[in-house]
């Protein structure tokens, strides 16, 4: 097992229904749209696939979609949207997990990359993509740039969420590149509060060039979001693109 820290049962039962408007048709197309488009006629691989926020409905535009996870609890959530004939799964690791066959299209979305807690490890997912490619085919990656610019001199915490059900924010340790989520989420109507953290290794979209390099892929494409707007130094995430050669 890498780094990864495993979802629970319990909270890959939330899942879902707390990314309810991530998954909405407005949230969705312009990603499903993006991600199509790349595969083309050939075969997409989600690593950490999950629930199936993404690959479920990529898989019904017509893609064929085949999946890597690490928590088995997340794979039985998705099983009861889709079967294994339909989008396989393989339970494992996306840093070395080999499933059969190439792909057109590798993808790893929603910040996916950063629940790989060492640099080693990142690389080690970067070559893995660039296993399972055929010539020509690409690796694609969703990730927010580090919100460094928001940590006045001696603060380590900044918010990203503050509503009446949800308070989240990110302490940084600058040092090691890690981020640790803080989440505290309202638990019915009693006024009582959920409190659950994950840990991050952060990354900058030049480290990522260079993990890339270091598994024979070029760049070909960055982006500010899944509609294709100009990245620049103010675009809070990036999709990036990366080919490997044919």
Request: charged content about 25%.
């Amino acid at each position: 097992m890498t780094s990864s820290e495993l979802w629970t049962r319990e909270s890959a039962e939330r899942y879902d229904a707390e990314e309810s408007e991530m998954s909405s048709a407005a949230a969705l197309g312009p990603a499903l749209a993006f991600l199509a488009e790349l595969a083309g006629d050939g075969r997409a691989l989600e690593f950490a696939i999950g629930t199936g926020r993404v690959g479920v409905p990529l898989r019904e535009r017509g893609v064929p979609v085949v999946g890597i996870e690490l928590s088995e609890h997340m794979v039985a959530v998705l099983r009861r949207k889709t079967g294994e004939d339909v989008l396989p799964v393989f339970v494992g690791d996306m840093a070395t997990t080999v499933v059969p066959g190439t792909f057109s299209l590798v993808y790893l979305v929603y910040n996916t990359i950063t629940n790989l807690l060492t640099q080693d490890e990142q690389v080690e997912c970067f070559r893995n993509a660039a296993r399972h490619l055929a010539p020509g085919g690409r690796f694609v990656i969703e990730l927010g740039v580090p919100p460094l610019r928001f940590l006045p001199p001696g603060q380590v915490a900044v918010p990203f969420d503050v509503s009446e059900s949800h308070v989240g924010f990110d302490t940084f340790d600058l040092v090691e590149q890690i981020l640790v989520s803080h989440h505290f989420t309202r638990d019915g109507d009693d006024g009582h509060y959920r409190r659950d953290n994950s840990r991050h290794r952060y990354a900058w979209p030049a480290e990522l060039d260079l993990m890339a390099r270091i598994a024979g892929l070029e760049p070909e494409r960055r982006v500010a979001d899944w509609d294709g707007a100009p990245f620049t130094q103010d675009s809070a995430k990036h999709i990036s693109v990366w080919r490997k050669p044919a």
